[in-house]
């Protein structure tokens, strides 16, 4: 007989652990299952930057995101990296707002050619792999089970009713299912008759060994969210013809409290878990990172890194119940700005769960 729980949560990133905890602080017994470890995916491996600019639907839950981080790095006694004061961030191009006296002064190593920046005040430095398992600590504290390293293969279904899941353990009921896979989330639901209209965009970042030098603040292009807003999804035709799009670049150039330095990053619509074009994007990160700084040319390269963001169609998240399934939860579609949104998503998408409403704007039935 398949064991019972309230709510199984699938994926281990920002997003099912976050809602995992929230549940599992109101009451409600919960699992959630990993197929591989914690944050092991884009959740793990990205820039690590509470950063706006937000669309009008995300504002709240951004700035409840500073506020439950903050608490959250209170609680566990620090044991994430977070920047308690805003570090901000230089975005550069766009409408220029700085003169060219005071860019210089917020950062002397700006290179020759950055003359027109405004300033982000409220970005904010964390370590994204470490908050997720600080938040998992609590979840467990709370009676969640959190499992790593199984997958879930099939959703259990009796009609129209989800059930719970099949996972490589065997079989698990509950009362709802909440998908948070990241961009595997469409697979998950395959067999529901709902597409999740969210894919994988692949990004390579570039970390450094500590530098000499220290930046002020951190630096983004500002045609972010133009760049995101560009990108195709390659059909057969495309793959046919070999005319997949190369990667777009944002240059966001970071430093830790170390020193070391964190470059991004590529945009490209990947259909793939293989890391495809490293050389290519990684090559345009360094070259558009040493644009903007140029005394990064001589600093060493630690490590290269890359990951899939979940990137929906309108760029907004999908929260709430699956069109024709009930007991169908979606908890994905975070694009590039899953960490700066995902703690209060989770909190959001458990309100939504334990029946205290969704918001509209944000529901996956927007797709239909
Ligand atoms: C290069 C790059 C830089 C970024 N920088 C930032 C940044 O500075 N600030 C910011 O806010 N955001 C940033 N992001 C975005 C952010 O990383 C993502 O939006 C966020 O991590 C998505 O979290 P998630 O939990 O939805 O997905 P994921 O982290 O992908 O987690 C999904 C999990 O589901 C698991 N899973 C999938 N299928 C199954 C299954 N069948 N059974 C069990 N488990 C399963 C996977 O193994 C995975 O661990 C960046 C992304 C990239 C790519």
Same mark, same amino acid.
């Given at each position: ?9 699938? $994926?281990? $990133? ?37 950063? $706006? ?298 309100? $939504? ?16």
């Amino acid at each position: 007989m398949a064991r019972t729980v309230d709510v199984v949560v699938v $994926g281990g $990133g920002i997003i099912g652990v976050a809602t995992a905890r929230f549940l599992a602080e109101a009451g409600v017994s919960v699992e959630l299952i990993e197929r591989d470890g914690l944050a092991s995916h884009a959740s793990g491996r990205n820039q690590g930057l509470l950063i $706006g600019p937000h669309p009008p639907e995300m504002t709240a839950i951004a700035a409840r995101g500073v506020t439950l981080y903050r608490d959250l790095h209170e609680r566990c006694d620090g044991a994430f990296f977070l920047d308690r004061e805003p570090h901000g961030c230089l975005m550069v191009g766009g409408e220029a707002v700085l003169s060219a006296q005071e860019l210089a002064e917020r950062e002397p190593l700006l290179g020759p050619d950055i003359t027109a920046a405004s300033f982000e005040p409220d970005a904010r430095r964390i370590d994204p792999g470490a908050a997720v398992a600080a938040m998992a600590a609590e979840a467990r504290t709370y009676g969640a089970t959190i499992r790593t390293g199984v997958s879930v293969r099939e959703l259990l279904r009796r009609g129209e009713t989800v059930t719970g899941v099949l996972t490589d353990d065997g079989p698990l009921s509950a009362a709802s299912v909440v998908v948070a896979a990241g961009p595997w989330s469409w697979q998950v639901c395959r067999n529901t008759g709902f597409d999740v209209a969210v894919r994988g965009v692949r990004g390579w970042l570039v970390v450094t060994r500590p530098a000499p030098f220290r930046l002020r603040h951190a630096i983004e292009d500002a045609s972010w969210a133009a760049t995101k807003k560009g990108l195709t999804t390659p059909t057969v035709g495309d793959f046919a013809a070999g005319t997949l799009t190369p990667p777009a670049i944002a240059g966001l150039v970071q430093q830790d409290s170390a020193g070391r330095l964190l470059l991004g990053a590529s945009l490209q619509s990947s259909s793939t878990d293989h890391a495809e074009n490293q050389r290519e994007a990684v090559a345009a990160v360094c070259r558009r990172a040493a644009e903007l700084v140029p005394a990064l040319r001589a600093v060493p390269v630690a490590e290269l890194r890359t990951c899939r963001r979940p990137l929906s169609a309108d760029g907004l998240p999908l929260h709430g119940p699956v069109p024709g399934s009930s007991g169908l939860i979606l908890a994905t579609g975070h694009g590039s700005q899953g960490i700066t949104w995902g703690v209060g998503s989770g909190e959001a998408v458990a309100a $939504g769960v334990l029946g205290q409403g969704w918001d509209r704007a944000l529901l996956p039935d927007r797709y239909l």
